[in-house]
């Protein structure tokens, strides 16, 4: 080989180097390759007793010296993987444990998880849970019809006629500004008094319903009366539903005209801001009126369109966006002489949360100009439609047109693309306050089977972009007992309070005929809907015999989790459902991807695959093995799945029934309970119990001492065979007790953890026992009581040989203090139980070490001693290699976790760094081992996340969003009585009253705090072993300033030793990697739509029936403003008499009545 001119760290200060530490090669060569292990390796010494390990100091630093040769570095790792070996084989107790549990075999059995039954056992219950709300949701939508049918209209109703309770009454008495106190209410509201249910986390009354009216819909209206008198016949039949099933929860009646009623009735969760809830756009609602839709809305931005109507638009987009769900398809476009797309979108893609942010943040970047070009907007819009070649709902396509007016009918577009079939519907919107005539908006509807609505101020945007609904839903009423079908919606947020529910949905048809002989009525009355709890579905999946790795999981026909153990959203928006896709719950790879296509499809399977899992703390990744099994769960849209590690095919049962029937006293009284009173902790160590529900009637608490405390004063009362108490948990924890007790009495107590620099030893169980020695030691135990919420253990489980785990500490915090030698590093490992050919891991058990002693003992075995001697010095003639110990000024020896984070180091300035990610320690080293393969690295995105609020930008005096004239306006008289003032004025007098328009979003405003965290994305890496499992050096390549290191894995342990020159200049930082967790926009969404992910929609479509009544489609006139008007307004105004929003009863919501 060549000999480079160069060589490498000859700028280095200090003492004389040797030509080259390289034998037989000349100067250094950099940068080089990689250089592979040559020549015999040096036998392994004997290690050194602790004591003296622990005593020596190190001698000065030697006068001549090399970098350590290849064969110095795999001896130095030699002995640290046998001096880790030898203290857990003496301190942890693996093979004592084993022989403890075969001398109990007496007291449990060994029992088999077999994958298929027990799916199909979880499946087949869920079935008959939701099977008992099916028929309570038949039973209420049949009464409803019957109850609408033979109701008899009354124009006269008054609203002292009406006796409800009004959910929110409470909280407008409180308001002296509320709708009812301003007008002197007189509906007779009933004053009721409530219980606390924990089943409900409310206060409810069981004899009542109660009734919650949107804010902006007038309640002494004569349809809100006339629809408040004849739901209130529901109220017995939610009492007998009840009555049938206890466990039922909410059963509400959405009406159409926006009233719900509910049951029990509870007080309306009144937010600080003014309540936007409305039934009418809940995602349960939505999804039970209407059958999947292909919608494209087009927006006219030509120069007639600016200010207010601009922003009005840009708003009534956003609002329709929000009546859509994951079922549907949509596309947004702009036109003016032509049309474009105003996001990267180029067709229909799912109406998922994603995509509608995409959506509305394109949609307020719209600018006016140009001319008019109704033609444009609606040949793009059938174009999209036509399109068969991606995904979408192929059901209810329609077209959305929002525009300020026109001439042009396009009349010559509808016949070509749209004649005579009409499967396209076309609504159109009038946006804004105008002179321009309507008669083609109208007519443009009418032709092709849709509506026409008005927009002309904020007030009438929530209400008139939801009420195409109804016009969706006339072919299902129609369609009659053939779409009576029960539909089971996403995982969302229950606006009451019970947390993550799914509910499944019932329409509600109006059956009423205006005469002998007439046409059937075509509106949809509601949607009726009963909730089901997750929480209640997670109670028929086996909890603890699955092990801590082993789950089960559900998903529905979008791949959306209803039932996964990473379902936990930190923050929920009641306006959209939560959905989290199976493969974002996991980390997804391309036997998952057929998993999740094979459930979608309703197929049964079984598959074990090497997958990849995120550690429980989110810093580690693993490569396992998982079983995954999975079965259609009938009568439904979901599939159940389980997954099972190899190692829990099989579980241990505690078979205790020799005790049990020589004790007829409580449990106290068994053998081995007595290990659980604290007044054996001195002796016998600390148990921490997992807090699991052993006894309906045990408190729960998240002070372990207390719940421990509790568990002990209810084992004083209760009896072995209680039916109040789970067995299977009860038993198994006692036997734990037993076993880790004879753990202390045969290994540990007669130890001196001092000897070797251990802090304390442990053992935690799948019986849900954790046994921390000494007693003492259990102040700085930080680990969760729960084994299979304890990240060590899971790992243990997991993974071969010996897991280190440093404490956690981030780069942003202070670093560890070292005080009182309470900091330690947790090793432990599973122990594998073979009992008759069955293969288990029971139990995980290791030790604490003592972080600064075991550093110094670190520097020790990483070193040239060879025995009791004074460390190696070198002469002024003499030559020697560089050790960790005596040359720790120019060398740096760490030991890095298969994570990437500190866990021992030689040089004293770093040990407060232990635990942090170690590119924050030496980001040129951590580089240089990522690029060189020690370690992979895993990105994903966490779309849980809680964020908090961002401050609020700078957007001036004016309230946001709002046109602001010129003086010159002002000055001018026409502008005064054109459409711009009375528009002006409208949204000035509806944002007095719906105040939270120019101050907060809607999602502030349904519900929470100023400060309420909102859902992100957080981008997430890992790092992992990579494929290098051999002993290498290298070189990090950095001019004259670079660094030779080596790098070598340690058996059977989760940890890298790596020895490197330490940096001589600034030169060699190099770019940082980053594990913390970041902010994200998670990945490209116009590159996601181009693949999406495999779904099957709902398998019924209803959105033509030959028998529909298409003439009633909406009319309107435009309405020219007047001066008179505009004064009067203003004056009521300075009286302070505001005229109240009322709902706006046009054509289709007076239809309904009969």
Not at 903 to 918: E, I, K, T, Y
Request: with cysteine.
């Amino acid at each position: 080989m060549a000999v480079p001119a160069r060589t490498c760290g000859a700028s280095r200060p200090g003492p004389a180097r040797t030509a080259s530490p390289w034998p037989g090669r000349g100067p250094r060569p950099c940068p080089g390759p990689w250089l592979p292990a040559s020549g015999p390796a040096r036998p392994l010494l004997l290690l050194l007793p602790p004591l003296l390990l622990l005593s020596l100091l190190a001698a000065p630093g030697a006068s001549a010296y090399s970098f350590p040769q290849q064969h110095t570095m795999q001896h130095w790792a030699r002995r640290l993987e046998q001096e880790i070996d030898g203290v857990m084989r003496i301190f942890g107790g693996v093979q004592q444990l084993r022989e403890i549990y075969k001398d109990n075999r007496n007291l449990f059995e060994v029992q088999e998880n077999e994958p298929q039954k027990l799916v199909e056992k979880v499946a087949g219950d869920i079935e008959s849970l939701l099977d008992r709300k099916v028929q309570a949701l038949k039973r209420l939508a049949d009464a409803a019809e019957n109850f609408q049918k033979a109701h008899r209209w009354q124009d006269n109703i008054k609203e002292e006629d009406i006796m409800y309770y009004d959910a929110k009454a409470d909280a407008e008495l409180d308001d002296p500004e509320s709708e009812d106190m301003e007008r002197g209410s007189k509906t007779s509201t009933l004053r009721l008094d409530f219980v606390e249910d924990p089943n409900f986390k409310n206060k409810v009354n069981y004899s009542y319903t109660a009734v919650q009216i949107p804010t902006d819909i007038y309640k002494g209206s004569t349809v809100i009366l006339n629809e408040l008198n004849w739901t209130e016949a529901l109220e017995n039949v939610f009492i007998e539903n009840r009555r049938q099933d206890p466990t039922l929860l909410w059963q509400v009646f959405g009406s159409a005209t926006g009233v719900t009623r509910y049951y029990p009735a509870t007080p309306w969760r009144a937010p600080k801001k003014i309540d936007l809830y409305d039934v009418r756009r809940r995602p349960w609602y939505i999804q039970g009126a209407s059958s999947p839709k292909d919608m494209v809305i087009i927006v006219d931005v030509s120069g007639s369109v600016s200010g207010l109507t601009l922003k009005l638009m840009k708003t009534s987009v956003c609002e329709m966006l929000d009546t859509l769900s994951d079922d549907d398809y949509v596309n947004v476009a702009s036109f003016n002489e032509k049309a474009q797309p105003v996001s990267c979108f180029t067709h229909l893609v799912q109406a998922n949360v994603r995509n509608k942010k995409v959506f509305k943040e394109a949609v307020q970047g719209m600018v006016a100009k140009g001319t008019t070009g109704y033609k444009a907007g609606f040949e793009y819009a059938f174009d999209q439609l036509q399109n068969s070649n991606i995904t979408r709902a192929n059901c209810n396509k329609m077209i959305m047109m929002f525009t300020d007016g026109g001439e042009d009918r396009v009349q010559d577009v509808f016949e070509k693309y749209n004649w005579p079939n009409r499967t396209v519907r076309v609504f159109t919107f009038s946006v804004g306050q105008h002179n321009y005539d309507v008669t083609p908006l109208q007519w443009m509807a009418c032709t092709n089977k849709g509506y026409y609505f008005e927009i002309p101020s904020i007030g009438a945007i929530r209400i008139n972009t939801q009420e195409y609904l109804d016009v969706l839903g006339r072919p299902m009423v129609l369609a009659g007992k053939e779409a009576k079908q029960v539909q089971w919606t996403n995982v969302y947020e229950d606006a009451l309070g019970l947390g993550l529910v799914v509910t499944g949905t019932l329409p509600v048809f109006n059956l009423t005929q205006d005469g002998p002989g007439e046409k059937k009525n075509q509106l949809i009355l509601g949607v009726m809907g009963i909730d089901v709890a997750l929480n209640d579905i997670k109670k028929l999946t086996p909890n603890y015999t699955l092990g801590a790795n082993g789950y089960v999981f559900a998903i529905d026909l979008n791949g959306y989790v209803l039932l996964h153990p990473n379902l936990k959203p930190q923050t929920t928006n009641f306006r959209e459902p939560v959905t989290l896709d199976f493969l974002d719950a996991e980390l997804e790879d391309e036997n998952k991807e057929e998993i999740r296509r094979s459930m979608i499809d309703g197929n049964k399977g079984h598959k074990q695959i090497r997958t990849l899992v995120k550690s429980l703390d989110e810093r580690y990744i693993d490569e396992v093995i998982r079983n995954y099994t999975w079965v259609p769960i009938r009568s439904t849209n979901y599939s159940l799945g389980l997954v099972l590690p190899p190692y829990s095919t099989f579980y241990l049962q505690a078979n205790l029934s020799d005790q049990i029937l020589q004790v007829k006293l409580p449990i106290s009284k068994l053998k081995d309970f007595e290990f659980l009173l604290p007044s054996s902790f001195e002796s016998e160590g600390h148990v921490f119990i997992a807090p699991r529900e052993y006894c309906k009637d045990l408190n729960a608490s998240d002070n372990n001492t207390e719940f421990l405390k509790n568990f002990i004063e209810l084992m004083e009362k209760v009896t072995p065979d209680s039916k109040q108490c789970n067995n299977f948990l009860l038993h198994n924890l006692i036997l734990d007790t037993g076993i880790t007790q004879q753990l202390v009495e045969r290994v540990w107590r007669d130890q001196d953890l001092n000897t070797y620099s251990l802090l304390a030893v442990f053992a935690a169980t799948d019986g849900g026992i954790t046994r921390i020695f000494p007693n003492k030691a259990a102040e700085d135990w930080t680990e969760n009581p729960e084994p299979f919420n304890a990240s060590f253990y899971r790992r243990s489980l997991d993974n071969h040989g010996y897991i280190f785990k440093p404490p956690h500490q981030d780069a942003l915090l202070r670093p560890l203090e070292l005080e009182n030698d309470t900091v330690g590093v947790l090793v432990s490992t599973a122990v594998e139980l073979s009992l008759g050919g069955r293969t288990l891991r029971p139990a995980v058990v290791g030790v604490k070490l003592d972080l600064e002693a075991w550093a110094e003992k670190f520097k020790v075995l990483a070193s040239n001693r060879t025995h009791q001697d004074q460390p190696q010095k070198c002469g002024p003639s003499s030559h020697c290699e560089m050790d960790c110990e005596v040359n720790n000024e120019d060398l740096l020896c760490v030991l890095i976790d298969d994570g990437g984070f500190l866990v021992l180091s030689n040089q004293n300035h770093q040990w407060d760094q232990v635990g942090r990610f170690f590119s924050d320690v030496d980001a040129n080293l951590m580089l240089a081992l990522y690029n060189n393969s020690f370690y992979t690295r895993k990105e994903s995105y966490d779309y849980q996340a809680a964020c908090a609020p961002q401050p609020p930008g700078n957007l001036g005096a004016a309230p946001r969003g709002v046109f602001v004239p010129t003086i010159a306006d002002f000055l001018n008289l026409a502008w005064w009585t054109s459409a711009a003032a009375w528009s002006l004025f409208q949204q000035l007098l509806y944002g007095l009253i719906y105040h939270s328009w120019f101050q907060a979003d809607p999602a502030e405003a349904e519900g929470s705090p100023e400060t309420r965290e909102s859902s992100c994305v957080m981008k997430q890496t890992q790092y992992y072993f990579g494929t290098v499992n051999a002993s290498y050096n290298a070189i990090i390549d950095c001019g004259n300033c670079s660094r030779l290191f080596h790098a070598q894995r340690l058996t059977n342990t989760n940890l890298l030793f790596v020895v490197a020159e330490k940096p001589l200049c600034s030169q060699c930082e190099a770019g940082r990697l980053l594990q913390k967790e970041t902010h994200s926009d998670g990945p490209e969404q116009c590159d996601l739509v181009q693949r999406p992910r495999y779904r099957r929609g709902p398998h019924i479509c209803f959105d033509y029936n030959a028998t529909e009544d298409t003439s009633d489609c909406g009319r309107g006139a435009s309405f020219p403003p007047s001066l008179g008007v505009l004064v009067s307004l203003q004056l009521l105004l300075l009286l302070g008499l505001p005229p109240r929003p009322q709902l706006q009863v046009h054509t289709l919501a007076a239809s309904r009545r009969l």
